[in-house]
């Protein structure tokens, strides 16, 4: 399903709205109608990449959800109370999900705005912001409206489909092999407190 969403929907999105540079920004007579027009079209474009981003993560934490809770009726509880870090916490696999957190730290921001998923991704994604110079940078931060600034890139969202497909392939050897990914134990507190963190 992410590698047909991703040929249908987000290749053909990318390749039509296509970003204008910075130094094209206007036309050769940097009329201020046209610098206008090639702003809003290019906020367009960014804002897109973080939607597509969103779905993305949406639709990979869904499908987790739904064959967690087929593969592991057991632990129903823990699956649907789990945040997206959580979830891909209790699977126990040695998958590597490091992109697909980032992917739901991404999400988790684009859908709430400041908070602490995006003092994470301020912290560790900081060419979301190259864009801006250190002083527009700085004040978009100090007043709480840096994340509404973030551009990822396609390179990103190609990234992120790469590791979904992974997963899904590494998680299929892995059950196929008849080696069951094991949930640990989730009994404690302290154990479904860092789950839902």
């Not at 979904?164 to 392939?169: G, N």
Request: charged share 25%; aromatic share 8%; hydrophobic share 40%.
């Amino acid at each position: 399903m992410a590698e047909r969403y991703f040929l249908a929907v987000i290749a053909p999105t990318l390749e039509k709205l296509v970003p204008i540079s910075q130094e094209q920004v206007g036309g050769p007579k940097k009329h201020l109608v046209q610098i206008a027009r090639d702003n809003g079209h290019n906020e367009l474009c960014y804002e897109t990449r973080l939607s597509l981003a969103l779905t993305m993560g949406a639709m990979f934490e869904r499908r987790l959800r739904f064959w967690m809770s087929k593969t592991f009726p057991e632990n129903a509880t823990e699956i649907r109370t789990a945040n997206y870090a959580g979830l891909l916490g209790l699977l126990g696999t040695d998958v590597e999900t490091e992109t697909l957190r980032e992917l739901g730290t991404l999400s988790n921001t684009a859908r709430h705005g400041e908070g602490s998923s995006a003092d994470v991704i301020k912290d560790s994604h900081t060419r979301w912001w190259d864009h801006l110079g250190d002083i527009l940078r700085d004040r978009y931060f100090a007043n709480g409206l840096g994340v509404y600034t973030l551009r990822i890139a396609d390179c990103d969202l190609k990234r992120y489909n790469r590791a979904i497909l992974h997963f899904w392939r590494e998680l299929a050897i892995q059950h196929r092999a008849k080696r069951r990914v094991l949930m640990p134990p989730l009994r404690s507190d302290e154990n479904r407190v860092a789950a839902r963190k």
